[in-house]
């Protein structure tokens, strides 16, 4: 619900309330992010603000806009602290001009992707006559979390030049510590937490990509929250590229936290008219610790961010070829691991890397789509053919954003790739990235990827992709929102296709790529004994439902770890269940293991998925818990 009275705007939901004013001066204040509360409180959470002293720049009354707490600030003009718009040419300084309170969500402008659903809208317009800027800022309430975005459109004759925009921007009155997911290739999201000082704490990919090494998604939490108590924020941002996060707090004791695009290179310029639309942040809030928290953003993922046609709908238990094939495959071998696979219960087979091209190893073959005759005589459509006749699924792996030099595609067209001419060409995996900021390329895609769709019965894509990228800034940005119209113009016609989103397993795991795709390859560390932290930790931010989880050969491939079965399977079943390995190899016992396993996992699948999922505090640890209320059911592993 949003109201507004005497200027106060009044954001609440199930979850929270957030109130925000419209100050005398007609610039934005933070007034409130937590319990319930209404108009009427205003005054009472207001901040008293600290005087001017020294030499601080004071407006009328000797107050100056430093030491307030601001729902968005301008820069150069009182308020030092971080600001979260940069122009090239000047200070800023936005101020109210009116608001419309929309019942609906309202539609991007361009191509990023959005929360979607029922809920309501708050649109603030803001002008700064002198730098001829309007800012346009967004807050959308859902059942239990808040988007909010920013608009900026140059309302002057001749063109400017933006440096970094964010989406969200507050001060919190309050000490809080920053929790981040940090990591890297098979070790992602390795939970950090810092006190909140003085000193800024930034959370910042720089690769492209939203990347293994710093997830957007981050959590404020009061210093002795726990699990099950005390106050905790959840943010995140619904964007697949470079990202900023940043908390820092003032001698005043406020914590001012944003985020939004890197603005690592980023400079974006605007003609006279035109506009930059940021990603939405989203934003929510429990005072029943990370548990609370993390089921508010659960549940506000399962049911605003993965696409409607899958949203609460029970996910297949696949089985993968990659770690038990690897690219050395027959349609004969791929037969019998199929047969295999449905004997021991998976509804799924999925044909991963090596089915087209020259692609005898990671070195040719990415970009072409014509398939491997001598490994697939009968073509995909045969493979699929008879796997379908098995009574399962068939799903296909595709990388096709990238392209290697040995390849039909690259013989081509090399100006498709994005390289830079007078430097040395340099490789992730062998690979370069496809410019998708040109049309001609993103059509290719859409045209190969689509056919092979509409003619092979498949129901299941898997989507990789597997370097950093080559662009910076601005271009990085638009390589992320041709990526998007990619998947919107391929999957938005083909809704029955599930789709898993995979990058080098984790390096991209958000909100943007979920707008697409159910469910994300966690990480390709499949040892359980790394898997659980893993899991554990990305579970603070997203849901069950959209973790791969798989069953792999024991010793792991990565690891060397020798691990039971049971350990393996208990792990995998706390996300979307699925096996890697080759079945050849297993023992009359481990097929019987298998099959009771998945036969379990069949039974309470909606639980795994879709339950209420707690980090239960042990002394020795966590054990993991999901639960239904109709009919009630409660599952825990004790690790
Ligand atoms: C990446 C993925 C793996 C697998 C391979 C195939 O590493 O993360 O799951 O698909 O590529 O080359």
Do not use: C, I, N
């Given at each position: 619900m949003i109201q507004e009275k005497n200027n106060v705007f009044v954001l609440s939901n199930e979850q929270f309330s957030y109130l925000l004013r419209v100050t005398d001066e007609g610039r934005l204040e933070h007034l409130h992010f937590g319990g319930p509360a209404s108009a009427e409180d205003a005054d009472a959470l207001t901040c008293q603000y600290g005087l001017g002293w020294g030499g601080t720049v004071c407006e009328k009354g000797c107050q100056s806009p430093e030491t307030r707490p601001m729902e968005w600030s301008g820069s150069g003009r009182g308020d030092y602290r971080e600001t979260p718009l940069e122009r090239e040419d000047g200070s800023t300084d936005f101020r109210y001009i009116g608001y419309e309170i929309l019942s609906s969500v309202v539609p991007m402008q361009g191509e990023l992707p959005q929360a979607q659903g029922p809920a309501e809208t708050l649109q603030i317009r803001m002008e700064d006559t002198a730098a001829r800027l309007r800012l346009t800022l967004y807050w959308t309430v859902f059942d239990t979390a808040v988007t909010r975005r920013a608009v900026v459109t140059n309302i002057g004759e001749t063109p400017q030049v933006l440096r970094k925009c964010m989406s969200t921007c507050m001060d919190l009155n309050g000490v809080y510590e920053m929790t981040t997911l940090n990591g890297s290739w098979s070790a992602e999201a390795q939970r950090w937490t810092a006190p909140v000082g003085p000193s800024r704490l930034v959370n910042e990919s720089t690769v492209g990509f939203s990347s293994a090494q710093h997830n957007p998604g981050f959590m404020l939490s009061e210093p002795d929250a726990t699990e099950e108590a005390g106050r905790v924020f959840g943010f995140n941002l619904i964007y697949s590229g470079n990202h900023y996060a940043s908390a820092q707090r003032s001698f005043h004791g406020l914590t001012r936290v944003m985020q939004g695009i890197s603005p690592d290179h980023f400079r974006w310029a605007l003609a006279s008219g035109e506009s930059f639309e940021t990603p939405e942040a989203v934003m929510t809030f429990s005072a029943a610790g990370f548990n609370g928290m993390s089921k508010a953003m659960h549940r506000f993922i399962n049911e605003h961010i993965v696409p409607e046609a899958w949203r609460y709908r029970p996910r297949p238990v696949l089985y993968n070829s990659w770690e038990g094939c690897l690219f050395d495959f027959t349609q004969g071998r791929l037969m019998k691991l199929a047969r295999k696979a449905r004997d021991l219960g998976c509804e799924l087979f999925v044909l991963d890397d090596?089915?087209?091209?020259?692609?005898?190893?990671?070195?040719?073959?990415?970009g072409d789509y014509d398939v491997n005759k001598k490994k697939l005589p009968d073509g995909l459509e045969g493979l699929a053919r008879e796997v379908r006749k098995l009574g399962m699924d068939f799903g296909l792996w595709f990388e096709p954003e990238a392209v290697n030099e040995d390849s039909a595609l690259f013989e081509a067209h090399p100006d498709w790739a994005m390289t830079e001419p007078d430097r040395e060409t340099l490789y992730g995996r062998n690979e370069l990235l496809l410019d998708l900021t040109k049309e001609p390329v993103r059509d290719y895609i859409v045209e190969s990827v689509g056919h092979i769709l509409d003619t092979v019965p498949i129901s299941y894509v898997k989507w990789d992709m597997n370097r950093n990228s080559a662009a910076l800034g601005a271009k990085a940005h638009r390589y992320i929102l041709g990526l998007y119209d990619v998947l919107r113009r391929i999957f938005g016609p083909r809704p029955q296709v599930l789709l898993e989103s995979c990058s080098s397993g984790g390096n991209r795991f958000d909100l943007g790529m979920m707008c697409f795709s159910?469910?994300?390859?966690?990480?390709?560390?499949?040892?359980p004994v790394e898997r659980r932290r893993i899991q554990q930790d990305v579970s603070y931010l997203y849901p069950l439902s959209v973790m791969g989880a798989h069953v792999s050969a024991s010793p792991n491939v990565q690891t060397l770890r020798d691990t039971p079965l049971f350990t393996r399977g208990n792990t995998a079943f706390f996300g979307v269940l699925g096996y890697e390995l080759d079945l050849q190899d297993l023992l009359p016992t481990e097929e019987k293991e298998i099959r009771a396993q998945i036969e379990f996992y069949k039974t309470y699948r909606e639980v795994f998925q879709y339950g209420s999922f707690r980090r239960l505090k042990t002394v020795e640890g966590y054990a993991w818990q999901v639960s239904r209320t109709e009919p009630e059911c409660h599952i825990a592993a004790v690790f």
């Open positions: 090596g089915w087209f091209g020259r692609r005898k190893d990671d070195t040719a073959g990415l159910p469910q994300v390859w966690t990480s390709d560390d499949t040892d």
